[in-house]
T-cell receptor, first 111, second 112 residues
Framework: EAGVTQSPTHLIKTRGQQVTLRCSPI?????VYWYQQALGLGLQFLLW???????NRGNFPPRFSGRQFPNYSSELNVNALELEDSALYLC??????????FGPGTRLTVL | GQNIDQPTEMTATEGAIVQINCTYQ??????LFWYQQHAGEAPTFLSY????GLEEKGRFSSFLSRSKGYSYLLLKELQMKDSASYLC?????????????FGKGTKLSVIP
């Protein structure tokens, strides 16, 4: 069974630019979660999508947004990038709203 | 809200046993999770406790006391490959959400 996949693996952007990160959940999983892991910090919850709807969002500004498609894949969009957005962005999926399985992450560097 | 505390770093010897503690305060408890994260990699699910007691899975065991807001992860027969960060996370079912709140992780170094 294929795991959660994310693309791209690495990304370098400059301040003010916009970025889109992609996530494909495990087959049969309908929920997708996005987390930010900045250096030295724990995983911070960003967004939760289930059955195509945004169910909850963490304490992040509105320039962090996303969506979930009918095939349950998801995109995370970050507008007006700031230096402190440099982090590992992790996507996780589940089907039972209990155990989350993580993808390999996208390493975003903002210069 | 959630507050999760775990030690920042621990060091243990190959072949030994190590216990990583986690305390939490939560508004809506929906289980406690342990994940392993090697440097630069994604977290890997280790265990899930929703009821009090000990869950054993091979060399790894996890314990939960809901009344004390306390959990620990026990690693036996330590191997060098166990050097990683161990993340304690609490599931929050408050307000209909099912997100996980993570602690900052415990970096475990296994030495020969």
């Amino acid at each position: 069974e294929a795991g959660v996949t994310q693309s791209p693996t690495h990304l370098i952007k400059t301040r003010g630019q916009q970025v889109t990160l992609r996530c494909s959940p495990i087959s049969g999983h309908t929920s997708v979660y996005w987390y930010q892991q900045a250096l030295g910090l724990g995983l911070q919850f960003l967004l939760w999508y289930d059955e195509g709807e945004e169910r909850n969002r963490g304490n992040f500004p509105p320039r962090f947004s996303g969506r979930q498609f009918p095939n349950y894949s998801s995109e995370l969009n970050v507008n007006a990038l700031e230096l402190e957005d440099s982090a590992l962005y992790l996507c996780a999926s589940n089907f039972d709203k209990i155990t989350q399985y993580f993808g390999p992450g996208t390493r975003l560097t903002v210069l | 809200g959630q507050n999760i505390d775990q030690p920042t770093e621990m060091t243990a010897t190959e072949g030994a046993i190590v216990q990583i503690n986690c305390t939490y305060q939560t508004s809506g408890f929906n289980g406690l999770f342990w994940y392993q994260q090697h440097a630069g990699e994604a977290p890997t699910f280790l265990s899930y406790n929703v009821l009090d007691g000990l869950e054993e899975k091979g060399r790894f065991s996890s314990f939960l006391s809901r009344s004390k807001g306390y959990s620990y992860l026990l690693l036996k027969e330590l191997q060098m490959k166990d050097s990683a960060s161990y993340l304690c996370a609490v599931g929050d079912s408050g307000a209909g959400s099912y997100q996980l709140t993570f602690g900052k992780g415990t970096k475990l170094s296994v030495i020969p």
